[in-house]
């Protein structure tokens, strides 16, 4: 069993800024990757950036220079720093992490939280 408990959506003008942190739990032996990925009105699922346990990044073009991931491996947190943000970044941002149970495990599996909102008005 795996749980991850998502904070830090809400309303915000444009330009303004917005941290997400997420908190992973459970029966969790390492995570090669964690990250965010985001579902915006009339659009599909997508990644939005993503950090390894070796705290290299990737970042979707749309976000790239205004939002920084950030992970504390020892507490299993990962973060969004969101800034400069725009109308266009409204929708629900869902903690992602990719995990092995345990160290028998052959393959990793995908894990989402449940997702919380940002608004970004106008």
């Known amino acids: 069993q795996v749980q991850l408990v998502e904070s830090g959506g809400g309303l915000v003008q444009a330009g303004g800024s917005l941290r997400l942190s997420c908190a992973a739990s459970?029966?969790?032996?390492?995570?090669?990757?964690m990250g965010w990925y985001r579902q915006t009105p009339g659009n599909e699922r997508e990644l939005v950036a993503m950090?390894?346990?070796?705290?290299?990044?990737n970042y979707a073009d749309a976000v790239q220079g205004r939002f920084t991931v950030s992970r504390e491996n020892a507490k299993n947190t990962v973060n969004l720093q969101m800034n400069e943000l725009k109308p266009e970044d409204t929708g629900v941002y869902y903690c992602?992490?990719?995990?092995?149970?345990?160290?028998?495990?052959?393959?990793?599996?995908?894990?989402w939280g449940q997702g919380t909102q940002v608004t970004v008005s106008s």
């Open positions: 992602w992490i990719r995990y092995y149970s345990t160290y028998k495990t052959l393959g990793a599996d995908d894990y």
């Open positions: 459970g029966t969790i032996f390492s995570m090669p990757a």
């Open positions: 950090i390894t346990s070796g705290h290299s990044t």
